[in-house]
């Protein structure tokens, strides 16, 4: 079992005992996504699958809130941003700006990028180094504008 997998267990029986019903259910529901993963690929999880289904989760959660927020729902929205602060607890520390840029950078040198078309070389280095601790949409985003 994985590391993060352990520490989300234990974060679980800790929601249990505090009643914490809105970080047991995100946790609940991360779980059975791990779970998930075990069963279609029948292997067991390494931390970067835990991170990556995390990432997926926080996503989904992000589009609800902003599908709430227009539809005037925001009781809903908010029990959403709840369940994000909950799975959040599990990511690593964040990148900072400037190790983005520097990540970004020696990705781009390493696989030798010179337009658009080598994005996809660029982006196969740093999604692994990044998984968790960077959106990758914004790391997309400054890639393609030091290729442009």
Known sequence: MSTLVA???DGMKEAMRAKDKVRLTAIRMLLAQIKQIEVDERREV????VLAALDK???Q???SIE???AAGRNELADN????IEALQAYLPQALSESEINNLVESAIAESGAESMRDMGKVMAI???QMQGRADMSAVSGQVKAKLS
């Open 46 to 49: 390494t931390d970067t699958d």
């Open 57 to 59: 989760m926080i996503k």
């Open 67 to 69: 599908q709430f927020e």
């Open 7 to 9: 520490q989300i267990k």
């Open 61 to 63: 959660r992000k589009d």
């Open 80 to 83: 959403e941003k709840q369940e």
């Open 126 to 128: 740093l999604k692994p």
